[in-house]
């Protein structure tokens, strides 16, 4: 079954008992009212309403210091305010908070123009999401909707640089390369409990920089109560856990 972006965004939002959320690009504000959370607000400078901060994306960003559960960016799909957008939004992320990003899977070389065609247009968001996941961002898209591609705050250093490929390379590769989830198992993925290591008392500075970045949020809860707060460093993680 095709889901609708609202559909998607609700049932993420209540899976995760996310509380606070923030709509970059309202546009006719429908599915802005649909959405059902304690606290939302949107950001569009043609856009007057309640709730609704009538300015750009990089005017609100710049001056707002709120952190939110959850982000949805459906705003300007040109590579360069997209790009800002993610990243600026990646900065104001709650723990365990998530961005979702919108047209991130076109159907035809015709929908990823660099400039608004005046029909279905997802422009070069694709770009944007590929920068992240480049940059080390874990990423999964629901290609339901135009797609809707989950980036959260966790980021891991990756070995080799990689570079964009191009439209025609995207269009044909865009599953594996946006790794392609269904809304179902998205939401069973977020249900499966994850092995905690709990006898910390054997564990020596080799078997910590042999774990992966998984391994050591789980092995760091299990020290100290909790997962690290902010962006995930590794470098950080492993400098606490051995000093």
């Known amino acids: 079954m095709i889901m609708k972006r609202t559909e998607v965004i609700n049932g993420i939002i209540k899976h995760h008992g996310f509380k606070s959320y923030l709509e970059i690009g309202v ?24 709730n609704i901060f009538t300015q750009t994306s990089s005017e609100y960003l710049c001056d707002s210091v709120r952190g939110y559960d959850c982000v949805f960016i459906d705003g300007d799909h040109t590579y360069a305010q997209s790009h800002e957008d993610l990243y600026s939004c990646l900065m104001r992320l709650n723990d365990n908070g998530l ?12 929908e990823i123009t660099p400039n608004n065609n005046g029909k279905a247009w997802c422009g070069e968001v694709w770009k944007t999401v590929l920068d992240a996941k480049f940059d080390g961002y874990k990423i999964q898209t629901i290609p339901d909707d135009y797609g809707l591609t989950i980036i ?19 269009l044909k590769n865009k599953s594996s390369l946006l790794n392609f989830i269904s809304y179902n198992d998205y939401i069973k993925s977020r249900d499966e409990p ?39 460093i590794r470098e950080k993680v492993i400098d606490r856990l051995i000093n």
């Open 27 to 50: 546009y006719d504000m429908k599915n802005f009212n649909a959405i059902e959370c304690e606290s939302k607000v949107g950001v569009d400078p043609n856009v007057e309403g309640e």
């Open 99 to 110: 961005i979702l990003l919108h047209d991130t899977n076109p159907n035809n070389i015709k």
């Open 152 to 170: 959260t705050g966790e980021k891991e250093e990756l070995k080799e640089k990689q570079t964009l490929p191009t439209p025609q390379e995207f």
């Open 194 to 232: 994850k092995e905690v290591l709990k006898d910390t008392t054997d564990i020596q500075i080799d078997d910590i920089n042999d774990m992966t970045d998984e391994e050591l949020k789980d092995f760091y809860k299990a020290v100290y109560g909790k997962k690290p707060k902010g962006r995930f």
